[in-house]
């Protein structure tokens, strides 16, 4: 798909500098020069200044919340980027994130920064943000995340400790070493003919529905993930699959793999615990669905892969 890479996070050339990440000393000469800028993020929500993300000058006050030294993201233009967790602020009284939502529309503002920087749902930005901070927010969100859940050694049970800038753990105990992990997710835009297939999941929000998704098992091929979970949730046969795109998404580690999936059937048995409801729509009903025009199912939301290849498919751009 010769658009693939234009997908929210769809990458934007970061250097990552690898190298840099086993010199300490290099690493902290970076962390105190004057070009480098700095990303705190509060509870997996990343700081943005308006529409862009919130970066900070090294010694800001708002980055002595930090419990942990900043993990490096790359270079940008020869400059530094790192982020870090400021977890341990608590925002003023009245200003408590929302809990056991599908999207907390709650925002936190710290008194040392400027009246529009503020502690946001990166999933309510994220179709606003410039191509190289999509990049680095996303990367941000999902290592740091990574760390505040794999505090501790899988081999021994003690506590690890962050090496390699951030993209190691290691245990001082028994020497193991831990990655930070992605989690692979195919997602399907199945089709059969001039139609595709819609499905809803318990929970979401009133008239949301997407393109089918699940979660990779070991020893599995995408193909075969693919044709599993279509079946698994609507009984629908795949045959063909074939590779569309693919886009990190930071909720809060995975990949999605965007495939075209042609359907072998049509008739939907429907798996209560994976889906609600599931429906197939055709091209000039998915392209009232994209302009908000749909009686019953709302417009997904921007910036997500769903949302992309159902807008290509309309389009006829899924070449």
């Not at 970076?30 to 070009?35: F, P, R, V, Y």
């Not at 001082?172 to 999941?201: A, N, Q, Y």
């Not at 929000?205 to 993930?225: V, W």
């Not at 009232?288 to 290849?309: E, M, N, Q, S, Y």
Request: hydrophobic share 45%; net charge negative.
């Amino acid at each position: 798909m010769r658009l693939a890479e234009t997908v929210t996070f769809g990458g934007a050339g970061l250097d990552r500098a690898a190298g840099l990440r086993g010199d300490p000393e290099a690493v902290a000469a970076h962390l105190c020069a004057g070009e480098t800028r700095i990303l705190p993020v509060w509870r997996g929500k990343p700081l943005f200044a308006g529409n862009a993300a919130g970066w900070l000058p090294p010694g800001h006050a708002v980055l002595a919340e930090a419990a942990e030294a900043p993990v490096l993201l790359g270079l940008e233009g020869g400059a530094a980027r790192f982020a870090v967790d400021v977890s341990g602020w608590e925002p003023p009284a009245g200003e408590a994130p929302a809990e056991g939502v599908f999207f907390d529309p709650t925002e936190q503002r710290h008194p040392a920064l400027p009246g529009d920087h503020r502690f946001a749902e990166l999933r309510g930005l994220m179709a606003e943000l410039a191509a190289g901070d999509a990049e680095l927010v996303a990367t941000a969100k999902a290592l740091l995340g990574w760390h505040r859940s794999h505090r501790f050694c899988s081999a021994c049970g003690r506590p690890s400790a962050v090496i390699e800038a951030g993209w190691q753990r290691r245990c001082p105990d028994c020497g193991t070493r831990h990655f930070p992990r992605t989690d692979p997710v195919v997602i399907m835009l199945v089709t059969r003919g001039e139609r595709t297939l819609l499905g809803r999941s318990p929970g979401w929000p009133e008239g949301m529905y997407s393109c089918l998704a699940g979660f990779m098992e070991p020893g599995e091929t995408i193909e075969a993930a693919v044709r599993r979970e279509v079946a698994e949730e609507t009984g629908v046969r795949i045959g063909r699959v074939s590779y569309l795109a693919s886009q990190p998404w930071p909720y809060p580690s995975s990949l999605m793999i965007g495939c075209l999936a042609e359907a072998e059937s049509e008739a939907i048995t429907l798996d209560p615990v994976e889906l609600e409801a599931a429906v197939w729509i055709g091209r000039e009903e998915a392209a009232r669905v994209l302009a908000g025009d749909h009686p019953t199912i709302r417009r997904p939301r921007r910036g997500a892969i769903a949302g992309f290849l159902l807008t290509h498919w309309v389009a006829d751009r899924l070449d």
